[in-house]
């Protein structure tokens, strides 16, 4: 039997990225303000882990201005509402295999 | 075995952003009961108006010289204060919910709900006053109650899923009401009074029970 592990993608191992992502799959698209809001997290760290998802291709970036303030959305892309879909199962496979 | 619990704990957290990020769910079942309670007293005291000008204990000279205006007028303001009533209360336990559980309150989840409720109620009330114009006084109650279904159904997607139950509760009674029009007050009681009880009670023992 295939190894689960394996299907488990390095770049979701982070509760914040898992918490990014889940924001995401649901909405069409979150800004910075909502996404940090809802983990609780500084500024700073919840940038360098949505830069790296946007490295990734995981996700997408769009700056835009709500009068003189950025506001700047962030929406999954396909490859990374594929990357997560198969995350959850490998998850869930997980589970399931030492049950 | 312990790669297991994590896996456990990650979909666990999954299942929990996205509720999070896509519903308002500090709705407190308590704003369902204080909503209720708000309803009920309303028509009670809606009857007792009705009763006294049909007894005609109340000054029937002036409700005859005014057409009805005058018991209308008394009425709207009955319904008026109810409404704010149960809209304040309603508030006031959700906003408790909220800071308890340190969600916040204002997100895009919450103005998603509030839009998704709001259309169909104000269709519903730009309705219900065109039909008072046109004298349909028959079916102001049924229709309040398929509009406030209607909208509860739709918000059941942006909040707790269970108020599509409180929902289809109100659709039904309006539509029965439709064929037993003239006990529009006891519909109306049973529907935004004893439903709202009911839903409220069985939420917070769902949910908020300690």
Known sequence: MMNPIENLNKLFDSRIRLGIMSALMVNESVNFND???LLAITDGNLAS???ALEENGIIKVQKGFIGRKTNTTYAVSKLGEKAFKQHIEALE?????TK | MSEDKQSLHDLQHIKKMMEQSSRFISLSGLSGIAAGVCALAGAWFANQKIHCWVKGDCKIDTLIDMGGIALL??????ATLTFVGAFISAFFFTYLRSKKNNTPMWGSATIRLFWNTVIPIAVGAVFIVRMMQLGEYELVAPACLVFYGLAL????????GEIRYLGYGQLSLGLMNCWFTGYGLYFWAMGFGILHIVYGLVMWYKYERV
């Open chain 1, 35 to 37: 996404l940090k809001e």
């Open chain 1, 49 to 51: 882990h949505l830069k």
């Open chain 1, 93 to 97: 496979k997980m589970i399931k295999g």
């Open chain 2, 73 to 78: 007028n008394e009425l709207f303001w009955i």
């Open chain 2, 153 to 160: 159904v739709n918000a059941s997607k942006y909040t707790l």
